[in-house]
Nanobody, 121 residues
Framework: QVQLVESGGGLVQPGGSLRLSCAAS????????MGWYRQAPGKQRELVAV???????NYADSVKGRFTISRDYAKNTVYLQMNSLKPEDTAVYYC???????????????RGQGTQVTVSS
């Protein structure tokens, strides 16, 4: 089994910064893409940022220039540095990883439990 554990959420004032972390553990052979999604109350879940196994990144237009995704391949960990936060960034942030487990030839998407980010004065 594979587990994803997020940390780093919290309450921050507009214009502030937070850094989210997500560590994958368990029966992992290889991790392909890792990324962050978010879901605000009453809204659909949306992709925030993704980083491939080769280090290529992609961002939602709403966070470009403010958020940076990075990855520590040795630790199976993905980070999301969030700067210049706005109230509309308030949401539950979920980590996602496309993992090839040691017990399978095929990749499976795993998601963490989520961490709350609230941007408010």
């Amino acid at each position: 089994q594979v587990q994803l554990v997020e940390s780093g959420g919290g309450l921050v004032q507009p214009g502030g910064s937070l850094r989210l972390s997500c560590a994958a553990s368990g029966s992992i052979f290889r991790i392909n893409d890792m990324g962050w999604y978010r879901q605000a109350p009453g809204k659909q879940r949306e992709l925030v940022a993704v980083i491939t196994s080769g280090g290529s990144t992609n961002y939602a237009d709403s966070v470009k220039g403010r958020f940076t995704i990075s990855r520590d391949y040795a630790k199976n960990t993905v980070y999301l540095q969030m700067n210049s936060l706005k109230p509309e960034d308030t949401a539950v942030y979920y980590c996602n990883a496309e993992v090839v487990p040691t017990t399978s030839w095929w990749s499976t998407n795993f998601r963490g439990q989520g961490t709350q980010v609230t941007v408010s004065s």
